[in-house]
Structure formats: structure tokens, C-alpha cells
């Protein structure tokens, strides 16, 4: 709460809003509240108080959030955490690519190898974003078994979040279940639960960095600091190796440059030495182990 010590009448302005830089809607109040009437499904909130005396001075208090919940969900949902090693330091991921304003607005998987051609797009990236990740169900390991493909965003502590920063995905055109759940990154080795995933309106948690054990195959996941697991970077082309390919037609032809780039394998938002002997030479010869 805001006071003022001098024991000075405060009014306040409200700002609120679906960005976590809310807009000021309700200004010079004499209580600090606001209605703001009917709200959306499944949508995260920001909301700040600033308060001000007659003597013209103000305090701001910090942005708070809070999400609502989708009361009649038409489609299942999974709920998932993910790590990439490239953008993992200490416990979570680096937020450069947002940062710069270098995540694009748009789904980045509609070209080889994967050729999704999904309509995911969005106005403003939801807070603390690292990427665009594409996410698979499957009625069994087998790549045949695809039944729902869709875009989505990887926040830096790891949560898979909707276009809207929901930390729960919705699958569209599937009926809930237990599917396997593979992840995509466009410079990451892809990695698949190891048994079906609960896909429903009020799924569990499936946190992929706690154990090796719960992707499927051997050794599909890198060790990072703290005991966590992570997908391996290095990937530039996609195509589930990390080999020489990677690093002349990928690191080689990008080394130097900035941008949205595959060959920016810590996605810091530039291509340079590090990219390639941190995270491509220590990962050569890794494979996906998805099928």
C-alpha cells in the first residue's frame, strides 16, 4: 500500500492492462480501485498503483499479474516445463532475444525441416520469453502417430506458455488423453516424453528438467548446472544432428552477424566464437532420440 507520511490527501492512478506495462485507465482517484468489468478467459493481467500528493510528489508500487482461468475449456491442455541449454545460465534461461525485440511476432516454423504451417501469431511477446518452441502429440512413439502440432513460447524459468503467457497449452482437435509430447527448437536437439503425457482441461505438471528419465531414449537430455536436464544446442539446420553441417553451412555463414539467427546457438542474439565452442563442439555427434 502507498501512504504519505506528512499526512497529505493522496489520489491515485490505476494502470492495467494484458501487457506487463500497463496502461493508465482511471486517473486522479480518491481510493485506489478500479472495475474493469468483464475480463477474458485464460488471460494473464498487469495491473500498478501509482499514488500522489497535493505537493505533486508520487510513488509508483511494483507490477503486479494475475491470470484468469478458462471456465469452459473447448480444447485439452498439457501442462510443461522445458530447458535449452544454449540460453540456460545458473537456474533459468536468458531473455536476449526478447530483450532486443528480435523474437518475431509470427510462429518461425513454417520453412525446412519442419514445415509447420500453423497461423500462431501474435501482437506483443508475453513477459520473460527465450523462443518459439513447436510441440507434437503422438498416439505413440512412432512419427506416424502425429495427431496435433502447434506453436508455442518456452518462458526463462522454463514453462511452456500459450500465446496469451498461459502456462497451459491448448491442443486444439484432439480429444483429452495421454499422448506423447515431443518439443521442437529451430537450433536444439528435439526430445519426446518417455511414456504418454496427460493432455486434458486440468492436466499435472510434466517438468522434462528433472530427470534423464523422462525423455525418451538414451541419453537424450544435457546435464546443466544444478542437476537440471536440457535439450542440446547446436542444431543450426534442424535436422536432429549436431555435426559439420551445422557448423559450416549454419555458424560459419552467420558467424559475426546479429539477428533472429540458427546459428545463435546461447540465443543472445548474435552468431560468434562462443556459439560454436561453448555449446556446437562440446554437443557434435549428439542426435534427437525421437523417432
Not at 493522496?10 to 506495462?21: E, H, K
Not at 503486479?64 to 482461468?69: E, K, Y
Not at 526463462?156 to 506423447?180: H, P, Q, R
Not at 510434466?206 to 542440446?232: E, R
Amino acid at each position: 500500500s502507498c501512504f504519505d507520511p506528512n499526512g497529505d490527501s493522496l489520489t491515485y492512478d490505476v494502470y492495467f492492462g494484458t501487457s506487463n506495462n500497463p496502461q493508465l485507465v482511471a486517473s486522479n482517484q480518491s481510493t485506489a480501485s478500479f472495475n474493469p468489468g468483464q475480463l477474458n478467459n485464460s488471460t494473464t493481467y498487469y495491473w500498478k498503483i501509482v499514488a500522489k500528493d497535493n505537493q505533486g510528489a508520487s510513488t509508483t508500487g511494483p507490477v503486479w499479474s494475475f491470470a484468469t482461468i478458462d471456465q469452459n475449456p473447448s480444447s485439452p491442455r498439457g501442462e510443461l516445463k522445458i530447458f535449452l541449454e544454449g540460453p540456460y545460465y545458473g537456474n533459468t534461461m536468458v531473455t536476449d532475444l526478447d530483450s532486443f525485440a528480435l523474437v518475431p511476432l509470427t510462429q518461425p516454423y513454417n520453412e525446412n525441416p519442419w514445415n509447420y504451417n500453423g497461423n500462431e501469431a501474435v501482437d506483443s511477446i508475453p513477459p520473460e520469453i527465450v523462443d518459439w518452441i513447436l510441440l507434437e502429440l503422438r498416439t505413440s512413439p512412432a512419427a506416424s502417430s502425429v495427431v496435433s502440432r502447434r506453436a508455442a513460447f518456452v518462458r526463462n524459468d522454463g514453462m511452456v506458455v500459450d500465446l496469451n503467457g498461459d502456462i497451459k497449452v491448448t491442443f486444439a482437435g484432439v480429444n483429452s488423453g495421454s499422448y506423447y509430447i515431443v518439443v521442437r527448437h529451430r537450433n536444439h536437439l528435439s526430445i519426446m516424453s518417455k511414456n504418454p503425457v496427460e493432455i486434458s482441461d486440468f492436466p499435472a505438471l510434466y517438468d522434462f528438467t528433472t530427470s534423464q528419465d523422462k525423455a525418451y531414449g538414451s541419453q537424450p537430455m544435457k546435464l546443466l548446472n544444478n542437476g537440471k536436464y536440457g535439450m542440446y544446442s547446436g542444431d543450426g539446420n534442424g535436422n536432429g544432428s549436431v555435426n559439420t553441417a551445422d557448423y559450416n553451412t549454419v555458424w560459419k555463414k552467420e558467424n559475426g552477424s546479429i539477428g533472429y539467427k540458427e546459428g545463435d546457438f546461447d540465443l543472445n542474439g548474435g552468431v560468434n566464437i562462443v556459439d560454436s565452442n561453448a555449446k556446437w563442439k562440446p554437443n557434435k555427434g549428439k542426435v534427437t532420440q525421437v523417432p
